[in-house]
């Protein structure tokens, strides 16, 4: 097992001695996480198949779920790519850096390692100064997935990769906690109308405010060969059982009461501030995602939320729905795949027509 080095950075202006060791370590083959603005990354140089290969090995990835390729500016990513559409041009004007990666075809110079075997690439330009001036100084193309066991929530703290990878990869560069706390959107450009294959940082109100209407990939799972990653319908996912429980804040408080009593200790919340507004005092196991009004918040907090509130006292975790405009429709996406689609809804669970004790039942999680 390798040890793992720890490279402590200032997230808004990272020494460029300390960035150049990250450099090198990816330059020479190694791995590498690293903060974006959305989660950390793990990084491996983009064009070396065996750096890539390791990234899958490291992770428990599956070779067929393909990775984003980070980039400091679009020239370098474009220069990947071939029978670009006018539309990646506006894009990319419009959002990078940012939460937003392309799906374009791919000039060949990517190995299939990378595309997992695909004809297309998808490029991203990050926001996060530390990967910026990462990526410049590595002078190369980096894959560079969540840095996180496969299937495992995305880590938004070094802490979180650590938990995870550590004696796995070379190094771990800590720029404290990520912003936006969920992974880019990722929108399929070789189709028309352009589809958004995974929802994330950048809304569909906001892309169709740059280039119109778009289309959106059907949630559920798919006998299809993905072409972006977080597509596997459980995801994002704790130990324990997720599940998502929705309504409005005054019937999902008075749910959570119900489920306290049922669960009697076993069970862990992670809910908005108006519904723990409600909760009597000295209510346990509680974890604030923020105010029912911004989503943003609870997408910065959910990952975290998620591995802190995941003991091995808690048999499950339930997480409180949010509304699905802007953000929220990332948000609950996530929640969704770490829940495995299991969602109650807070009036069903009321009038009597769910019972903790079926929430309670092993096996793979289920709609209700």
């Known amino acids: 097992m390798r040890q793992t080095k720890v490279l402590t950075v200032d ?73 670009l559409p006018a539309v990646a041009f506006a894009l990319a004007e419009a959002f990078w850096p940012g939460p937003l990666t392309l799906v374009v075809p791919s000039s060949g110079a990517v190995p299939k390692e990378t595309t997992a075997g695909l004809d297309t690439v998808a490029l991203r330009v990050p926001a996060h100064p530390v990967a910026l001036a990462l990526l410049a100084a590595a002078g190369v193309p980096v894959a560079a997935p ?3 066991r496969s299937g495992r929530p995305s880590p938004t703290r070094a802490e979180h990769v650590l938990a995870d990878l550590d004696g796995r990869i070379d190094a771990v560069v800590d720029g404290g906690e990520t912003g936006v706390g969920v992974e880019s959107t990722v929108i399929d450009l070789t189709v028309s109308p352009p589809l958004i294959l995974r929802p ?38 704790p130990r324990a059982r997720a599940v998502v429980v929705s309504g409005a804040p005054d019937r999902v408080a008075q749910a959570v009461l119900k489920l306290a009593q049922g669960f009697q200790g076993r069970a862990a919340f992670l809910l908005s501030d108006e519904t ?39 048999d499950v975790i339930f997480i409180e729905g949010y509304d699905e405009a802007g953000i929220g429709r990332a948000l609950m996406d ?13 009036d069903a669970l009321l009038a009597g027509e769910l019972t903790p004790a079926e929430l309670a039942k092993s096996g793979e999680a289920r709609p209700w």
Do not use: W
């Not at 996530?334 to 969602?343: I, T």
């Open 11 to 83: 997230p808004h202006r990272p020494d460029p001695g300390t960035v150049e060791k990250a450099a090198r370590i990816l330059r020479s083959g190694g791995l590498v996480a690293f903060p974006t603005e959305t989660v950390y990354g793990l990084g491996a140089h983009a064009l070396d198949p065996n750096a890539v290969r390791a990234v899958f090995a490291v992770k428990g990835r599956p070779a067929d779920n393909p990775l984003i390729v980070h980039v400091s500016d679009a020239a370098k990513g474009f220069a990947l790519a071939k029978n």
């Open 146 to 148: 969540s840095a996180n």
């Open 200 to 237: 994330g940082g950048v809304s569909r109100e906001q892309i169709e405010e740059v280039i119109g209407p778009v289309a959106e990939r059907a949630e559920g799972p798919s006998c299809e060969r993905p072409r972006s990653p977080g597509l596997k319908y459980r995801h994002y996912a």
């Open 276 to 314: 723990i507004a409600t909760l009597p005092q000295g209510f346990s196991g509680l974890f604030p995602l923020g105010s029912k009004s911004a989503p943003e918040e609870a997408a910065r907090r959910l990952y975290h939320g998620l591995r802190e509130m995941d003991r091995p006292e808690v």
């Open 334 to 346: 996530r929640m969704r795949r770490a829940a495995a689609a299991a969602e109650v809804d807070a």
